[in-house]
């Protein structure tokens, strides 16, 4: 693999189903730059900007945060990466139509392409009993049961259909999010091979 060479991956899948854990391993292995938009939301939050105060009550509420606001974040990581080549891993995002829209308007602007899109598959009710665990590890503000409950019926919603728009262009990688993240990513490094 020449690292000179664009590689993009966003990996999918509903809140709970292990994307960040797999994300960060992914990009280590594969020498990419982790883009996740909740880490950026969060970080926006955490230091009180003006984008962090619009968006922390959407956020708690399992919402989603507009997606002028959230391809801007995207635009800029992407024109203040270090390297000429775009080497990435999107971690939620994209999560809307309209986002998976913009990103290959970005993709086509940064002179790269899509290489593939990973979905982790879990069933709702090891998801939800992840997420309160999570709740009780981490204290994110978002994993309260009411919140867990409306950011599943967001993903139904909203980015659910994003498995058919990857699906049709050829770009969908399934892989079964059940099991330890060792046997996990095993999995997904397969899917890539
Ligand atoms: P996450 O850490 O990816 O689960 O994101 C936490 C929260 O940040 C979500 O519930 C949304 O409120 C917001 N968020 C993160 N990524 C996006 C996105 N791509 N579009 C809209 N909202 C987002």
Redesign the pocket.
């Known amino acids: 693999m020449a690292l000179t060479d664009s590689e993009v991956l966003l990996l999918m899948g509903p809140?709970g189903a292990g994307?960040?854990t797999q994300a960060s391993k992914l990009a280590r292995a594969r020498v990419l730059t982790k883009l996740?938009?909740?880490?950026m939301?969060?970080d926006h939050v955490s230091r009180g900007t003006a984008l962090g105060q619009e968006?922390k009550a959407?956020?708690d509420a399992?919402?989603?945060?507009s997606?002028e606001i959230?391809v801007g974040m995207v635009r800029s990581a992407l024109e203040n990466r270090e390297n000429e080549s775009v080497r990435v891993l999107l971690?939620?995002?994209?999560?809307?139509p309209g986002?998976a829209d913009a990103l290959n308007d970005l993709l086509t602007e940064f002179g790269a392409g899509l290489s593939a899109a990973v979905l982790l598959e879990v069933n709702e009710d090891e998801l939800v009993s992840r997420l309160l665990q999570r709740a009780n590890d981490q204290g994110r503000s978002?994993d309260n049961e009411e919140t867990i409950r409306n950011?599943m019926k967001?993903y139904k919603n909203q980015t659910q259909p994003l498995i058919d728009y990857y699906q049709t262009r050829g770009k969908l990688r399934s892989v079964d999010g059940l099991g330890s993240v060792e046997d996990v990513f095993a999995r997904i490094t397969e899917v890539l091979s």
């Not at 996740?36 to 880490?39: I, K, R």
């Not at 971690?91 to 809307?96: I, Q, Y």
């Open positions: 809140p994307k960040g996740s938009t909740g880490d939301l969060r968006a959407i956020m399992g919402n989603l945060v997606d959230i971690d939620g995002f994209p999560r809307t986002q978002d950011r967001v």
